[in-house]
């Protein structure tokens, strides 16, 4: 049983560039989210998605974009990379509400150079 | 979003229980009080969690006061494995744009001693 499986673990990316962090589930979770991690720092919530074709965002979307097509998947856009933007990404998923625990990925950490 | 407040960190020795404080005086009536670790260089894991009364699992026991404005972890007998940040954090079961998200605060950075 795979869980959130997440890629790439590590990146490098120059200022400017921009990439697609994957996130895939196999538990047929409806919710699914995005997190970013500072040095030091608890947890902030970029995105999320409460099914196919639905997302919102969460306190710190600048910078960052979502797709949803299917229930598995659920890419995070990084347009324009900047330093701000180092830190490790953390893709989670759930069953709807708040009586189910979230299950997270390992994470891909990313360096903007 | 009704705030958690632990404290930043505690220590314990092997094989002895740990009681890790959660104080939430502002916890609504449809707020689940969720429990996560993180691990050094791993993603949140989930712990346990619980409504109004105590729960039991294989990872650990979380005692609910009566009036719901605090909480405690409990790990029965700690192990160097054990070493993580902790995660008390309340999730609004009553819809709307908070219905299920988790919000981190800093957490409780346990230290085990061997």
């Known amino acids: 049983n795979a869980g959130v499986t997440q890629t790439p673990k590590f990146r490098i990316l120059k200022i400017g560039q921009s990439m697609t962090l994957q996130c895939t589930q196999d538990?047929?979770?409806?919710?699914m989210y995005w997190y970013r991690q500072d040095p030091g720092m608890g947890l902030k919530l970029i995105y999320y998605?409460?099914?196919?074709?639905?997302?919102d965002k969460g306190e710190v979307p600048n910078g960052y974009n979502v797709s949803r097509s299917t229930t598995e998947d659920f890419p995070l856009r990084l347009e324009l990379a900047a330093p701000s933007q180092t830190s490790v990404y953390f893709c989670?998923?759930?069953?709807?509400?708040?009586?189910?625990?979230?299950?997270f990925g390992s994470g891909t950490r990313l360096t903007v150079v | 979003d009704a705030k958690t407040t632990q404290p930043n960190s505690m220590e314990s020795n092997e094989e002895e229980p740990v009681h890790l404080p959660c104080n939430h005086s502002t916890i609504s009536g449809t707020d689940y009080i969720h429990w996560y670790r993180q691990l050094p260089s791993q993603g949140p894991e989930y712990v346990i969690h619980g409504l109004t009364s105590n729960v039991n699992n294989r990872m650990a026991s979380l005692a609910i006061a009566e009036d719901r404005k605090s909480s405690t972890l409990i790990l029965h007998r700690a192990t160097l494995r054990d070493a993580a940040v902790y995660y008390c954090i309340l999730t609004s079961g009553a819809g709307g744009t908070s219905y299920g998200k988790l919000t981190f605060g800093q957490g409780t950075i346990l230290t085990v001693h061997p």
């Open positions: 538990m047929n979770h409806n919710y």
């Open positions: 989670a998923s759930s069953y709807p509400g708040a009586n189910y625990g979230y299950t």
């Open positions: 998605s409460v099914g196919a074709g639905i997302t």
